[in-house]
């Protein structure tokens, strides 16, 4: 495991082996000297990674006094597997609700609240975390959720039905046509470029399956948004041209969450945590700390429910 002090912060890095023999790469954000607010477990978009893209993120979290920590899926980063790569994306949900649900369990983070925290195809994924474990989460902050794939990064029906065709043969092949996502999520030229020099994060077309399984999963979730119902706030920009705004205005209005917010940006892309402006960015994460800090206030409803239900458990006895 390695270590560094950072201001105000401890970092570690680490891998764990998944049930498929996989070694995948985990890092930690830890406040120095002090008990973490709660913990935040952060979802990395499609063809990014956690310890370099979403590192200026955990330090800000980091910094306001959460415990944040990260994975790199499968084919993803530093993890094994194909580059850019995913199997199924069943095996991305189950290798992070493992790493995920281990470190919430662990003695010292057991009475923590825990949120999640999703980006683009990692929004898909924290909502598809919470399918899994209904009333296990205590919130998700949604940035520009892949609920639904925009029509300027999705191909036409006949391609969609001729490419899920050839998943049964070429699964691997960089072959969907697409626009270069770099080029249409981050607006700001210089952060485009790091993301282009970061040896972790997949460059190419997107392959046959991961296409697939990315459509899959945004079509499920399209259909299923009533079934989300823990407290969420959805951050969108007005000019993102990778997700539908309209998607995250649909999850919203049809989620049956008893806490919920919407917060629009205009004249924001895509990638609202590191791809805008400086003044951007503050206003963003003042939105993403206030929302935590406000329900971190409040105190955790989820334990005084358990604390409850065992009390009535031995009442009962």
């Not at 639904?148 to 999705?154: H, I, Q």
């Not at 972790?200 to 945004?218: A, M, Q, V």
Request: charged residues 25%.
């Amino acid at each position: 495991m390695a270590a560094q002090q950072l201001d105000g912060i401890t970092y570690e890095e680490d891998f764990l082996f998944n049930s498929r023999g996989m070694n995948l790469f985990t890092c930690k954000w830890l406040p120095k000297d002090k008990e973490p607010k709660a913990l935040i477990f952060i979802c990395h978009g499609y063809a990014m990674e956690c310890s370099i893209t979403m590192n200026s993120t955990a330090i800000r979290l980091a910094k306001a006094g959460f415990a944040v920590y990260g994975i790199d899926y499968e084919g993803h980063g530093k993890s094994d597997g194909l580059q850019g790569y995913i199997t199924s994306f069943d095996f991305v949900v189950d290798d992070c609700s493992n790493f995920f649900t281990d470190i919430s369990e662990r003695k010292e983070n057991r009475n923590k609240m825990r949120y999640l925290l999703g980006e683009s195809m990692g929004g898909a994924l924290a909502l598809l975390l919470h399918r899994k474990k209904p009333d296990y989460w205590d919130g998700a902050v949604l940035v520009a959720p892949m609920c639904k794939l925009a029509d300027d990064v999705k191909p036409s029906p006949l391609v969609i039905n001729i490419l899920t065709k050839l998943c049964n043969f070429i699964p691997t092949w960089k072959i969907v046509p697409t626009q270069d996502i770099i080029d249409v999520a981050f607006k700001v030229p210089e952060i485009r470029n790091q993301i282009r020099t970061n040896p972790y994060c997949y460059k190419g077309k997107p392959r046959l399956n991961t296409g697939h399984e990315l459509l899959r999963i945004s079509l499920d979730l399209e259909q299923r948004l009533d079934e989300v119902s823990l407290p969420f706030i959805i951050l969108h920009g007005e000019e993102d041209r990778v997700t539908e705004m309209s998607a995250s205005e649909q999850l919203y209005g049809k989620a049956s969450s008893w806490d919920k917010s919407l917060k629009r940006y205009p004249e924001m892309w895509h990638g609202l945590l590191y791809g805008e402006t400086d003044e951007n960015i503050d206003v963003v994460f003042g939105d993403i700390i206030g929302w935590l800090d406000e329900r971190c206030a409040l105190g955790n409803s989820r334990i005084e429910k358990q604390l409850k239900a065992e009390c009535d458990d031995l009442q009962i006895k």
